[in-house]
């Protein structure tokens, strides 16, 4: 099983809403990203967590917060989002290497990603 | 540091003929380096990946890529396309981790192929 589920697929929410974007591997992996894609344009990194501890936050603003609850799940907080937070948020997972000379990032699996339209 | 150029933001091709698509990469170390499709409102789907192993790579779908370290360069080819083959593709490296660098992928601006009939 190489699928990285993301749920809900579509999301519309007003600006004083709370919602929730759900992710789920079981492929083992003890990396999970959450991206944001904007229409044509490459996916923007958000988050990274590696063994279920949040390892990069790339300055995103706190009305997103993202939790990782156990090894398998994903899960990112929506709060008072703003109109321009409109896009594509696309879940991934990979398997780090173990640490040495050659470390490297082996290939991310992606989800399907949620729409997510701000009102 | 890390960076990805591809060099055709559009690619237009007819139905059966071949299909490149051109990329280049700048990186400190020997990279790791991908090609993701992406359809319409889809995620991003892995078509091949390079590791340092061999430097032509066998893909999904009929594409391959070879890995020219002299040319920092990673193309991506198809040597007859399909309608199904249009779609947005991203060139992706990742180079040796560091504590600052850990998880990342640098995605290229991607190329948006057209196939007709």
């Known amino acids: 099983d190489t699928e990285v589920t993301q749920t809900p697929k579509h999301l519309v929410m007003g600006m004083t809403n709370k919602k929730s974007l759900k992710c789920e591997q079981h492929?083992?992996?003890?990396?999970m990203y959450w991206y944001k894609q904007k229409a044509k344009k490459p996916p923007e990194l958000m988050f990274v967590?590696?063994?279920?501890?949040?390892?990069i936050n790339e300055s995103v603003p706190s009305r997103f917060s993202p939790e990782c609850p156990n090894s398998s799940l994903l899960n990112l907080h929506l709060h008072a989002l703003q109109p321009e937070d409109s896009a594509l948020y696309l879940c991934?997972?990979?398997?780090?290497?173990?640490?040495?000379?050659?470390?490297?990032?082996?290939?991310?699996?992606f989800g399907q990603g949620t729409r997510l339209t701000v009102v | 540091a890390q960076s990805v150029t591809q060099l055709d933001s559009h690619v237009s091709v007819s139905e059966g003929t071949p299909v490149l698509l051109r990329c280049n990469y700048s990186?400190?170390?020997?990279?790791?380096l991908f090609w993701y499709v992406q359809h319409p409102n889809k995620g991003l789907q892995l078509l091949l990946k390079?590791?340092?192993?061999?430097?032509l790579v066998k893909g999904i779908n009929g594409f391959e890529a070879e890995f020219k370290k002299s040319e920092t360069s990673f193309h991506l080819t198809k040597p007859s396309a399909h309608m199904s083959d249009a779609a947005e593709y991203f060139c992706?490296?990742?180079?040796?981790?560091?504590?600052?660098?850990?998880?990342?992928?640098?995605f290229g601006a991607g190329t948006q192929v057209v196939v007709t009939p």
């Open positions: 991934a997972s990979s398997q780090p290497r173990d640490r040495g000379p050659s470390w490297r990032n082996t290939e991310a699996f």
């Open positions: 492929m083992g992996h003890r990396a």
């Open positions: 967590y590696s063994y279920e501890k949040l390892s």
């Open positions: 990186s400190s170390y020997s990279p790791s």
């Open positions: 390079y590791t340092s192993a061999a430097t």
């Open positions: 992706v490296v990742s180079e040796r981790m560091t504590t600052d660098s850990w998880g990342k992928l640098q």
